[in-house]
């Protein structure tokens, strides 16, 4: 089992910054991807960045240019620097990890509470 925890979310004005992290703790050590993804009120999570532990990244077009995904892997920690911000990034943030499962052969994913981030205009 993986446990993510979050934090750094809060109440930002429009174009400020947050750092989010999100810190996986149990057995990380067999975690592949790690990544980010917004629930917004009144609709679905989406990604919104990706990072493998070989540090390859994904971002959603929305983001790209504002936020960057980075991660530690000898603190199984990642962090989502949004810088930026619009009000139409409020949303719920959620971590999510990646981890191969070598008992049941398969890759499982784990999640976290969720952060709360809102931007005001």
């Known amino acids: 089992q993986v446990q993510l925890v979050e934090s750094g979310g809060g109440l930002v004005q429009a174009g400020g910054s947050l750092r989010l992290s999100c810190a996986a703790s149990g057995s990380a050590r067999s975690i592949d991807t790690m990544g980010w993804y917004s629930r917004a009120p009144g609709k679905q999570r989406e990604l919104v960045a990706t990072i493998t532990s070989g540090g390859s990244t994904n971002y959603a077009p929305s983001v790209k240019g504002r936020f960057t995904i980075s991660r530690d892997n000898a603190k199984n920690t990642v962090y989502l620097q949004m810088n930026s911000l619009k009000p139409e990034d409020t949303a719920v943030y959620y971590c999510?990890?990646?981890?191969?499962?070598?008992?049941?052969?398969?890759?499982?994913?784990?999640w976290g509470q969720g952060t709360q981030v809102t931007v005001s205009s």
């Open positions: 999510k990890a990646n981890r191969f499962n070598s008992l049941r052969y398969r890759w499982d994913d784990y």
